[in-house]
């Protein structure tokens, strides 16, 4: 729960640095949304030692994108690769943070990274997934089996059915506790929120995708197969930036507005 919790790092173009040794470190910047703009892959640590060129490749990233942050994997290399970083980024405004990249190859193997980026390897997609984690770790994290982000070395000992129930609880708990922005929510975030399912997470994305974005919670119930049920049971856990009516981006819900307005008017 703590690390679902972990509070975002919002506004920042980021770096996302998978660290390794033989393959080489796998870079990806992304900018302050989330959208990849770039990869490659440098060899700063053994057997290669390429230092130099490593140090060139990442200046001109940076110059490039103006990048504000990098996000080092904790994995194997991960000293070498912030020793290297810290000598780069002295004297400028740059910073770097440790990312914890527990379940990061999980995800760059599973069917949703071959979704969201067809053209790239499996390294590239968990420097994305690093440098994701610090702008928006629950956003991330959704992404991965529970069981693959850290939850400790007994859990093979328990029971596997009642372990998955209660760690997908948490997850649930988490993002409803927090709640989703409609309009820049994954499908895996989305498909959380209580009340929607798989199927109603993708036709809400469709929706998005086809009329723009959510102006208010009401459109919701425009979202094919999204009845009146299901909107009672999401509506106060998705918010929606800058909406219609100021109330949709609280976590109060539209029954309540009534009652609401009342008090503010008192």
């Known amino acids: 729960k703590q690390l679902l919790l972990s509070a975002p790092i919002k506004g920042l173009t980021v770096i996302g640095f998978d660290p390794a040794y033989r393959t080489g470190c796998k870079i990806a910047v992304i900018d302050e949304t989330g959208k990849l703009l770039e990869t490659t892959t440098i060899y700063p640590t053994e057997p290669q030692n390429d230092v130099e060129g490593a140090k060139k490749a990442l200046i001109k990233l940076i110059d490039k994108y103006n990048v504000n942050m990098f996000a080092i994997g904790n994995g194997t290399a991960s000293r070498e690769s912030e020793e290297i970083v810290s000598q780069i980024i002295e004297g400028t405004n740059v910073e770097y943070i440790i990312v914890n990249e527990a379940g990061a190859s999980v995800y760059s193997a599973s069917e949703l990274a071959d979704e969201e980026f067809p053209d790239f390897s499996e390294g590239e997609r968990s420097a994305v997934s690093i440098a994701r984690r610090l702008q928006h770790p629950l956003a991330e994290l959704v ?53 929607i399912g798989k199927a109603t997470a993708r036709n809400i994305i469709d929706f998005r995708d086809e009329n ?55």
Do not use: W
């Open 143 to 195: 992404k991965i089996d529970p069981k693959s982000i850290g939850v400790g070395q007994y859990q093979h000992d328990m029971n596997q059915k009642q372990l998955s129930e209660s760690l997908d609880g948490v997850v649930e708990k988490v993002v409803n506790e927090v709640g989703v922005d409609l309009n820049t929510a994954s499908y895996s975030l989305l498909n959380h929120v209580s009340g």
């Open 212 to 266: 723009g974005s959510f102006t208010n919670r009401k459109d919701l119930l425009k979202v094919k197969k999204l009845g009146k049920e299901t909107f009672e049971q999401c509506a106060g856990f998705v918010k929606i930036d800058n909406p219609d009516y100021p109330l949709d981006n609280t976590t109060i819900h539209p029954e309540s507005y009534k009652p609401t307005l009342k008090l503010l008017d008192k």
